[in-house]
């Protein structure tokens, strides 16, 4: 009698060229589902993916919807809205007269999501396109005292020195509207340490928007982003005015498909920290990158349960490569994310993106001999191979007989290999002047070696050691190009999973319920400093702390969940005084009562700090400063529940090999045998040369290598002359 099971969460992936569902029941146990994603429609791309994961279990979309409590969506609209200049709103903004270029300036980061042979080549660099007119940046007479390091004796931060000029507020808000702007942001100097000019200048605002009976917003960056930097804070505030309501509309419309099929609740998303938030959440553009999010959250759990706590995190998708470390069991957070070619003020979970997916074009210059890739994806398209106009590196795949043209999505998506052939040894080959496989196994070996690079600039330039760390290899394209990416690194282990291609998706559902805030404050604590300082100090993080508290356990409560349930986690950005970048940090203290309170909180940052960066590189004896606090509320969830096997022998049963198939490897063609994953068995060992085939990935294990699958059906990769471990003894 087939098993009847109980949907509860459902998490999503919906990335350029997949949309990857992960579907758990309220005993854990768990299923996948993958589409092509519909970037016109992402709501069909979504019903399509949940089907096909509920396929497992004999239930429809319906069926899920009707049963289930909570569905986790993260998409790629704010992003697409962003770079493609699209669909946002006409938007006007207030500054702080003075601060009108910042629109144009951009602290002179034009080189930022540049590679690095163009980051040294100043001709090279470029100015992003402006996301708004420059002429409806209006100047508004005003200042706050920000503060200075010298606090005993300076005007006290927060102290108003030129009073806001209301008439100057309310014409420039008569002459946006007259110019037809649908979003106003307001962002003022020093609103980070006193709101006060931004809320008076945005009442004003909403008066006369409402006069002319308007429904034009009005944002403030001290709401939006109430942290230091105001460049930053200007574009963090107009990237929400400009992309925040389209991007509310797409997973309202998503929200919308999941609720006529029977849902009750409110769809979720995930913000870049790893928070999650609804479709009211005012702070929109923090979802700017929340797919590749769950990807290192997924980690995050994987390695707590191996008890490795250093990964080298590897995520390969149809559109992009993301890279990502975890150090100790810490994930990085970055405060100023370097983002679409900006810096903004958000807390982002550390991830550097390159433009290597499997749907990467290959442009090649036939005068240089010179290949390079993308910026440009197929998405959706895959390649020539499917639907796409140019040729990317799943050509490649299929040519050299890496991928089954005839099992793509489980053969839902036929590809076409000899349209690849023709138009790989047109647009490549013969540029080249090389045979066609020659010219993909050079672009291979191209591809590999810049990803090898990428890897390194991540943990050898930060003076971390490879020996030290387990690659974690997954995403559709990550186990399919493992063997390329991982050639003569020394990595501790290198580990994939059988679910590799909806990892992401599977990280999204690992993760709690999370709400978060942040907000600017100016504490300074030189070496020497004294106890009556110490206290003077925390009680600006006091302040701070409960303010933030009483915000986030309101929001709690608007999705239904009780003060009770809600466990709240403080910490601190901070640097050592005279640094340029804060750094996070989670303290041990509820609250600073005592000296020997701010002497934890310094203590918790100098741990962080030596974790993070090479222990030489801390500097105590300048003494401290904390630049910004933030508290995150957790309500804990049922989360998917990796299950453990009785191991089988090594040999893989017969009904595993599917079949054999000539493979170019290694600059000849080879017999590599094919194997089903779905009937492979915890303690089985695949060794190569082989291919082991899934619907929705392919594992790529050369001659001289293996795979040997421990008792979660977890993937090692490794040398077969070098390990012949028992997967059951492997890390579990």
């Given at each position: 009698?087939?098993?009847?099971?109980?949907?509860?969460?459902?998490?999503?992936?919906?990335?350029?060229?997949?949309?990857?569902?992960?579907?758990?029941?309220?005993?854990?146990?768990?299923?996948?589902?993958?589409?092509?994603?519909?970037?016109?429609?992402?709501?069909?791309?979504?019903?399509?993916?949940?089907?096909?994961?509920?396929?497992?279990?004999?239930?429809?979309?319906?069926?899920?919807?009707?049963?289930?409590?909570?569905?986790?969506?993260?998409?790629?609209?704010?992003?697409?809205?962003?770079?493609?200049?699209?669909?946002?709103?006409?938007?006007?903004?207030?500054?702080?007269?003075?601060?009108?270029?910042?629109?144009?300036?951009?602290?002179?980061?034009?080189?930022?999501?540049?590679?690095?042979?163009?980051?040294?080549?100043?001709?090279?660099?470029?100015?992003?396109?402006?996301?708004?007119?420059?002429?409806?940046?209006?100047?508004?007479?005003?200042?706050?005292?920000?503060?200075?390091?010298?606090?005993?004796?300076?005007?006290?931060?927060?102290?108003?020195?030129?009073?806001?000029?209301?008439?100057?507020?309310?014409?420039?808000?008569?002459?946006?509207?007259?110019?037809?702007?649908?979003?106003?942001?307001?962002?003022?100097?020093?609103?980070?340490?006193?709101?006060?000019?931004?809320?008076?200048?945005?009442?004003?605002?909403?008066?006369?928007?409402?006069?002319?009976?308007?429904?034009?917003?009005?944002?403030?960056?001290?709401?939006?982003?109430?942290?230091?930097?105001?460049?930053?804070?200007?574009?963090?505030?107009?990237?929400?005015?400009?992309?925040?309501?389209?991007?509310?509309?797409?997973?309202?419309?998503?929200?919308?498909?999941?609720?006529?099929?029977?849902?009750?609740?409110?769809?979720?998303?995930?913000?870049?920290?790893?928070?999650?938030?609804?479709?009211?959440?005012?702070?929109?553009?923090?979802?700017?990158?929340?797919?590749?999010?769950?990807?290192?959250?997924?980690?995050?759990?994987?390695?707590?349960?191996?008890?490795?706590?250093?990964?080298?995190?590897?995520?390969?998708?149809?559109?992009?490569?993301?890279?990502?470390?975890?150090?100790?069991?810490?994930?990085?957070?970055?405060?100023?994310?370097?983002?679409?070619?900006?810096?903004?003020?958000?807390?982002?979970?550390?991830?550097?993106?390159?433009?290597?997916?499997?749907?990467?074009?290959?442009?090649?210059?036939?005068?240089?001999?010179?290949?390079?890739?993308?910026?440009?994806?197929?998405?959706?398209?895959?390649?020539?191979?499917?639907?796409?106009?140019?040729?990317?590196?799943?050509?490649?795949?299929?040519?050299?007989?890496?991928?089954?043209?005839?099992?793509?999505?489980?053969?839902?998506?036929?590809?076409?290999?000899?349209?690849?052939?023709?138009?790989?040894?047109?647009?490549?080959?013969?540029?080249?002047?090389?045979?066609?496989?020659?010219?993909?196994?050079?672009?291979?070996?191209?591809?590999?070696?810049?990803?090898?690079?990428?890897?390194?600039?991540?943990?050898?330039?930060?003076?971390?050691?490879?020996?030290?760390?387990?690659?974690?290899?997954?995403?559709?394209?990550?186990?399919?190009?493992?063997?390329?990416?991982?050639?003569?690194?020394?990595?501790?282990?290198?580990?994939?999973?059988?679910?590799?291609?909806?990892?992401?998706?599977?990280?999204?559902?690992?993760?709690?319920?999370?709400?978060?805030?942040?907000?600017?404050?100016?504490?300074?604590?030189?070496?020497?400093?004294?106890?009556?300082?110490?206290?003077?100090?925390?009680?600006?993080?006091?302040?701070?702390?409960?303010?933030?508290?009483?915000?986030?356990?309101?929001?709690?409560?608007?999705?239904?969940?009780?003060?009770?349930?809600?466990?709240?986690?403080?910490?601190?950005?901070?640097?050592?005084?005279?640094?340029?970048?804060?750094?996070?940090?989670?303290?041990?203290?509820?609250?600073?009562h005592a000296p020997e309170a701010m002497d934890r909180v310094t203590g918790s940052f100098d741990h962080v700090y030596s974790v993070m960066l090479p222990r030489a590189a801390a500097f105590r004896e300048a003494g401290y400063q904390i630049t910004e606090v933030f508290v995150e509320g957790v309500v804990p969830k049922v989360k998917p529940v990796i299950p453990q096997y009785e191991l089988a022998g090594q040999a893989p049963p017969r009904q595993a090999l599917k079949a054999r198939r000539q493979v170019y490897h290694a600059r000849h063609w080879q017999e590599f045998d094919i194997w089903d994953m779905d009937s492979l068995k915890a303690g089985n060992s695949v060794p190569g040369p082989a291919v082991i085939e899934h619907s929705m990935s392919s594992f790529v294990i050369p001659?001289?290598?293996?795979?040997?699958?421990?008792?979660?059906?977890?993937?090692?990769?490794?040398?077969?002359?070098?390990?012949?471990?028992?997967?059951?003894?492997?890390?579990?």
């Amino acid at each position: 009698m087939p098993a009847i099971h109980s949907p509860e969460i459902v998490a999503f992936d919906a990335g350029g060229t997949m949309t990857d569902s992960f579907l758990v029941d309220s005993s854990g146990e768990f299923v996948i589902g993958k589409a092509l994603t519909n970037r016109g429609n992402e709501g069909t791309s979504y019903l399509e993916s949940l089907n096909d994961a509920g396929g497992a279990w004999g239930l429809t979309s319906r069926d899920i919807h009707r049963r289930m409590n909570l569905s986790i969506y993260t998409g790629t609209g704010m992003l697409n809205t962003v770079l493609t200049r699209t669909a946002g709103q006409k938007v006007g903004m207030l500054v702080t007269r003075g601060l009108e270029g910042m629109v144009r300036n951009e602290r002179a980061l034009t080189w930022l999501g540049q590679s690095i042979r163009h980051i040294f080549h100043q001709s090279l660099h470029r100015h992003n396109q402006l996301l708004m007119d420059p002429q409806n940046v209006k100047p508004i007479t005003e200042r706050i005292c920000g503060g200075s390091y010298w606090a005993a004796s300076h005007i006290a931060a927060g102290t108003p020195l030129v009073p806001l000029a209301e008439m100057e507020v309310e014409r420039a808000i008569v002459e946006l509207l007259d110019d037809g702007v649908t979003s106003i942001g307001i962002c003022f100097m020093n609103s980070h340490v006193a709101p006060a000019h931004e809320r008076m200048a945005g009442e004003i605002a909403r008066a006369v928007v409402a006069k002319q009976g308007r429904a034009t917003p009005v944002l403030l960056s001290s709401d939006i982003c109430p942290v230091a930097r105001v460049e930053n804070r200007f574009q963090s505030l107009l990237i929400e005015c400009y992309a925040g309501e389209h991007t509310r509309a797409q997973l309202r419309s998503v929200e919308g498909r999941a609720k006529a099929e029977g849902y009750r609740n409110e769809l979720m998303t995930m913000l870049a920290y790893g928070g999650t938030a609804t479709t009211r959440y005012p702070r929109m553009y923090e979802t700017i990158i929340s797919g590749p999010i769950g990807g290192m959250l997924g980690a995050k759990a994987v390695g707590d349960l191996l008890g490795e706590p250093n990964l080298l995190c590897s995520d390969m998708g149809g559109t992009s490569w993301d890279v990502g470390v975890i150090v100790d069991g810490i994930i990085g957070i970055r405060k100023e994310p370097e983002f679409v070619g900006r810096r903004l003020n958000l807390p982002m979970v550390a991830i550097e993106s390159f433009g290597a997916g499997t749907g990467s074009c290959i442009r090649v210059d036939a005068k240089l001999k010179r290949v390079e890739f993308g910026p440009e994806s197929a998405g959706a398209d895959v390649g020539v191979c499917f639907r796409s106009s140019f040729v990317t590196i799943g050509d490649v795949d299929v040519v050299l007989g890496y991928l089954n043209p005839d099992n793509f999505l489980g053969g839902k998506v036929q590809l076409d290999r000899k349209r690849a052939e023709e138009a790989l040894r047109e647009r490549v080959a013969a540029p080249l002047g090389l045979d066609l496989f020659e010219a993909c196994t050079g672009v291979l070996d191209l591809l590999h070696s810049s990803m090898r690079d990428s890897l390194s600039v991540n943990l050898s330039n930060r003076g971390y050691n490879f020996g030290d760390y387990t690659l974690l290899v997954y995403g559709g394209g990550g186990p399919l190009h493992m063997w390329g990416v991982t050639e003569g690194v020394p990595f501790k282990n290198v580990l994939t999973v059988p679910w590799a291609a909806a990892f992401s998706a599977y990280g999204n559902a690992t993760g709690d319920y999370i709400y978060r805030q942040h907000k600017g404050v100016d504490v300074l604590l030189p070496t020497d400093a004294t106890g009556e300082l110490k206290m003077m100090m925390g009680q600006l993080l006091n302040t701070a702390w409960d303010e933030m508290e009483n915000r986030i356990v309101a929001d709690f409560a608007e999705s239904g969940f009780h003060r009770d349930q809600v466990a709240l986690r403080r910490g601190v950005y901070a640097r050592y005084l005279g640094q340029l970048e804060s750094w996070e940090c989670p303290v041990p203290v509820q609250r600073v009562h005592a000296p020997e309170a701010m002497d934890r909180v310094t203590g918790s940052f100098d741990h962080v700090y030596s974790v993070m960066l090479p222990r030489a590189a801390a500097f105590r004896e300048a003494g401290y400063q904390i630049t910004e606090v933030f508290v995150e509320g957790v309500v804990p969830k049922v989360k998917p529940v990796i299950p453990q096997y009785e191991l089988a022998g090594q040999a893989p049963p017969r009904q595993a090999l599917k079949a054999r198939r000539q493979v170019y490897h290694a600059r000849h063609w080879q017999e590599f045998d094919i194997w089903d994953m779905d009937s492979l068995k915890a303690g089985n060992s695949v060794p190569g040369p082989a291919v082991i085939e899934h619907s929705m990935s392919s594992f790529v294990i050369p001659p001289n290598k293996k795979i040997d699958l421990d008792d979660r059906r977890f993937m090692w990769y490794s040398s077969q002359v070098d390990s012949d471990r028992n997967p059951g003894a492997l890390p579990s």
